[in-house]
Structure formats: C-alpha cells, structure tokens
C-alpha cells in the first residue's frame, strides 16, 4: 500500500507504516503538511494491519520548523496550523521518529509527537522560539518538559540552543544515538519489535500511558496560541525572524 499527497509518502513494509515527508530544502511545515500528515495518520488508525508507524524525512534535515517565509501562513493563522497539529496526538498507533538531521522549533514539536525517537550526532535539536521572538507553541510547554524535565526544558526554551544527538539522548530527548546511515533502519526495526507484539495490548497499554495526555497538550496549546497572536504582531517578532534569516544575533527591544 502507498498513500501520497503533494509532500508524504507513505508505504507499508510489513505491519509498520513508513511515512517520510519530502519538502526540499528543509522540510519546513505548514497548515497544509500538517493537515496532510494529520489525515494520514487518521488513515493508518483505520487501518488494523497497521501496527507502528516510523517517521522520517526525504531531505536530510527531519523538519527545519514552521514555514514563516513571506510572513508565513503560520504567523497569519496559528490557529488553523494547531488545529492539525493537535490532532497528531489523537492517533492510536505507536510512531518512531528517525531524526537525522535538524529538528528545529516546530520540527522538534513533531518529533515530540512521536513515542520514540532515534537520533544520530549530526542531529540538532532546539526549541528555539524564544530567540525567534514569540511563546513556545505545538503544546511544547506540555511535551518537553513531560519528556526532559522542568529545567532542561526552561533551559532548552530560554535560550534557544542547538544540542546533538548525544545530549539530547543524554537528557532524555531522543532514545537511541546510531550512525547517521543507520537510523531510518533502526526507526523501522523499532517499529517492526512494537509491531511484533500484541496490537490490542499495545495500543491499550500506549492509551494508559498517554491519559489525558491530548488534552492536556490542546489545553496548554490554547494558551500558547493566544500568546503567539500577540507577539506575532511585535516588532521583536519581525527582528527574531530577520536576525535568523540574516544568520545575526537578534537584537529585542521589549516591544
């Protein structure tokens, strides 16, 4: 079986789901991917011969974050591109995510939807809005910190830093550190070990584990958005997203 919309893929080896996102250059996502990836996952739920889904990317760099070029539809309409995000943490199947490469803002929001995450030492992880200019979103204020711990995740929000593959698996951000050739192979082969156990069990058993968990990251989210709608609108916003396009230190001026 193969499933595709203008940027997934999806194909089947086995009971595992191989979806890869394909957005050259760097995977930057929008209303439009997340709609789709949240449709195909809803796909993948319906489907009982699906037992695990395995996450990876078509272009080197797992997802660069939201799309905000030309003021972005992400900055125009946060709330459209929540509205799909949050329903990636409806899904019942369990999901590894192989991130070999960048998993940058909202990109480490996708990674965090996942239940596994393998990861290499090219890899780069940052939840960088706050040097961006604007309030954490994807219900990472739940996510992170649920994964890493309060202050790994103040200090990964504050700050905005790139960590490797071996500190985030350190800090209990990623799972698994392998060569970069290998970690779509191992993502699948970690698939393939969930999917060789019991779906009804797993799934039942990934359900008690995650109560309560997609509600909290939608209620969390709201709050994230509204914060978002106003400093989108700030001047620190315009800077954070110049500075980096700029490749400069942003300079904030509280406005």
Do not use: W
Not at 43 to 53: F, Q, T
Not at 99 to 108: K, R
Not at 131 to 145: A, E, I, K, Q
Not at 176 to 201: F, G, N, Q, Y
Request: hydrophobic share 45%; with cysteine.
């Amino acid at each position: 079986m193969t499933l595709a919309t203008s940027v997934i893929t999806t194909t089947r080896d086995a009971h595992v789901a191989l979806i890869e996102i394909c957005r050259p250059p760097h995977n930057f996502v929008d209303v439009d991917v997340m709609r789709q990836l949240s449709e195909i996952l809803l796909e993948l739920d319906r489907d009982d011969s699906c037992r695990a889904v395995a996450l990876t990317s078509g272009v080197g760099t797992f997802c660069a974050g939201a799309d905000f070029s030309g003021g972005g539809t992400v900055s125009r309409d946060p709330s459209a591109f929540y509205v799909q995000a949050m329903k990636l943490y409806r899904n019942r199947k369990p999901i590894v995510a192989a991130v070999e490469g960048p998993a940058i803002g909202a990109g480490l929001g996708l990674a965090l939807v996942a239940d596994f995450r393998i990861t290499c030492s090219e890899a780069r992880f940052s939840a960088n809005f706050n040097r961006l200019g604007f309030h954490p979103g994807f219900g990472m204020s739940v996510t992170l910190p649920r994964l890493i711990g309060h202050q790994q995740a103040a200090r990964l929000f504050y700050t905005g830093i790139r960590i490797g593959g071996e500190e985030a698996v350190r800090i209990g951000l990623a799972d698994e550190l392998v060569a970069k050739d290998e970690v779509r192979s191992r993502a699948l082969a970690l698939a393939h070990e969930i999917a060789t156990s019991a779906p009804l069990a797993v799934e039942s058993t990934r359900e008690t584990l995650r109560l309560g968990l997609a509600d909290r990251v939608a209620e969390a989210n709201q709050r994230e958005l509204a914060i978002q709608r106003q400093q989108f609108a700030s001047d620190d916003f315009r800077e954070g997203v110049a500075a980096m396009a700029e490749r400069r230190t942003p300079v904030f001026h509280r406005r």
